[in-house]
């Protein structure tokens, strides 16, 4: 669970459970207030990951 605890100026400042802040975008939650109970998820984009990697092989020697 994370909470919304402030915004400062073009992020909002946002709480873990365990107390921890870290920042985001006030961009991708255009909506939000603070106080708003959120959910984030995180996805792994496996055709960049993979061209990404294959770029970075090419590139050794």
């Known amino acids: 669970m994370y909470i ?3 915004f400062e100026g073009d992020y ?10 870290f920042n ?5 939650m255009p909506t939000a207030k ?3 109970v959120i959910s984030i998820s995180v996805t792994v984009d496996e055709k960049e990951t993979k ?3 294959e770029r970075i092989k090419g590139h050794k020697p």
């Not at 909002?12 to 802040?21: F, K, L, N, P, Y």
């Not at 985001?24 to 991708?28: A, S, T, V, Y």
Request: aromatic share 0%.
């Open 34 to 36: 603070e106080g708003d």
């Open 12 to 21: 909002a400042v946002i709480e873990s459970g365990d107390r921890q802040t």
């Open 51 to 53: 061209s990404r990697r």
């Open 4 to 6: 919304i605890d402030r």
């Open 24 to 28: 985001l975008p006030r961009i991708i």
